[in-house]
């Protein structure tokens, strides 16, 4: 298999995926169009070159996961035989007429075989599904109301990067870059970014929305939790999803029965006497985490929740589960 964009931070959480617990997918790597192609690096223990993007790295490949810049995605997509299964973690290829939206992590069971462009679910979409579906499942949802808080490494390492230089400015008293978000981030809660934003803080929101209803349609265990109400909001964080989601129940069970029924594969519970889970202690956790748990005091059918999830390993654990169902 094919990893377009080796050094991006998808790219490395893929790398890592692959060299920690899938030993039977054998990955080339590919600089996208920002990195330097030729440079001796390591998948896990094993020396690997990066090579360059042209149609000769790609022939034969099995699979390619699109991990890299927009730009370097497209060309990989244009160069690709018609053979090769797409996994893209971008949503370069959303558009593409094959496309499906995939996170092994939510559904019962793969789609039906011949599949070309396998997108991965946004991960705030893949997060709240595992959560809606799984409460679903154990107690009819009624209503609920999200709000969802994203990190500056959604937009790679350029946010995370302008995230950082702003943070520095501010304390040097000097002027904001300002390429990403197109105003202040650091130190700061943003519901929309400046007009020039290359990307608006409502078109993420609104992926989110689709993806988000599409895996809640899945067949399986806690279909048909209804769709909450999302509030997307940019917070001055480097890494790592939270949620604070307030759901009311067709009839309540309480916090510790919620507690103790929540928890599964990919679902982490914190109970009443561990401390809430952060986006600083998910990092490089797979599944999601849920605690602080509390019960409304103004309304006697519903509850709060506080979640936690890594973005970039919640992603690229998704896009190897699929990888792996192509090998």
């Given at each position: 298999m094919v990893?377009v964009?080796?050094?991006s931070?998808l790219?490395?959480?893929?790398?890592?995926?692959?060299a920690?617990?899938?030993p039977?997918i054998d990955l080339?790597?590919?600089?996208?169009?920002?990195?330097?192609?030729?440079?001796?690096t390591?998948v896990?223990d094993?020396p690997?070159?990066?090579?360059?993007?042209?149609a000769?790295?790609?022939a034969?490949?099995?699979?390619?996961?699109?991990?890299?810049?927009?730009?370097?995605?497209r060309?990989?997509?244009?160069?690709?035989e018609?053979?090769t299964?797409v996994i893209?973690?971008?949503?370069?290829?959303?558009?593409?007429?094959?496309?499906?939206?995939?996170?092994?992590?939510?559904e019962?069971?793969?789609?039906?075989e011949g599949?070309?462009?396998?997108v991965?679910?946004?991960p705030a979409?893949i997060?709240l599904a595992?959560?809606?579906?799984r409460v679903?499942?154990?107690d009819?949802i009624?209503r609920?109301v999200?709000q969802?808080?994203?990190?500056?490494?959604?937009?790679?390492?350029a946010?995370?990067?302008?995230l950082?230089?702003?943070t520095?400015?501010?304390?040097?008293?000097?002027?904001?870059?300002q390429?990403?978000f197109?105003?202040?981030l650091?130190?700061?809660?943003?519901?929309?970014?400046?007009?020039?934003?290359p990307?608006?803080l409502?078109?993420?929101?609104?992926?989110?929305?689709r993806h988000?209803a599409?895996?809640?349609a899945?067949?399986?265990?806690?279909?048909?939790?209804?769709?909450?109400?999302l509030r997307?909001?940019?917070?001055p964080v480097?890494?790592?999803?939270?949620?604070?989601?307030?759901?009311?129940?067709?009839?309540n069970?309480g916090v510790?029965a919620?507690?103790?029924?929540?928890?599964f594969?990919?679902?982490d519970v914190h109970?009443?006497?561990?401390?809430?889970p952060?986006?600083?202690?998910q990092a490089?956790?797979s599944?999601i985490?849920?605690?602080?748990?509390?019960?409304?005091r103004?309304?006697p059918e519903?509850c709060?929740?506080?979640?936690a999830?890594?973005?970039?390993?919640?992603?690229?654990?998704n896009?190897?589960?699929?990888a792996?169902?192509?090998?």
């Open positions: 990893l964009g080796s050094d931070l790219g490395r959480e893929i790398r890592d995926i692959v920690r617990s899938a039977e080339r790597l590919i600089a996208a169009d920002e990195e330097e192609p030729g440079v001796l390591r896990g094993e690997a070159i990066v090579e360059h993007l042209v000769e790295s790609l034969g490949a099995g699979a390619l996961f699109l991990a890299g810049s927009t730009e370097s995605n060309k990989a997509l244009e160069l690709a018609e053979s299964a893209d973690l971008t949503y370069a290829a959303e558009e593409h007429l094959d496309a499906r939206l995939r996170a092994p992590l939510v019962s069971e793969p789609p039906e599949a070309a462009v396998h991965i679910a946004h979409a997060a595992l959560f809606l579906r679903q499942s154990q009819p009624r609920s999200i969802i808080f994203a990190p500056a490494s959604e937009f790679g390492t946010g995370v990067e302008e950082q230089q702003q520095v400015s501010l304390l040097s008293f000097k002027s904001l870059p390429a990403i197109d105003t202040q650091a130190f700061n809660l943003l519901s929309r970014y400046g007009d020039d934003a990307q608006s409502e078109q993420s929101e609104l992926r989110i929305e988000l599409t895996l809640l899945l067949p399986g265990e806690g279909e048909g939790a209804p769709m909450p109400s997307l909001i940019q917070a480097f890494h790592g999803y939270t949620f604070s989601a307030w759901v009311e129940f067709e009839s069970p510790e919620l507690e103790s029924t929540l928890a594969e990919w679902l109970g009443g006497d561990v401390e809430p952060t986006n600083v202690g490089g956790e599944g985490a849920v605690g602080g748990i509390a019960a409304d103004n309304e519903a709060w929740f506080w979640i999830a890594d973005n970039l390993r919640l992603t690229a654990d896009a190897v589960a699929v792996r169902q192509l090998v």
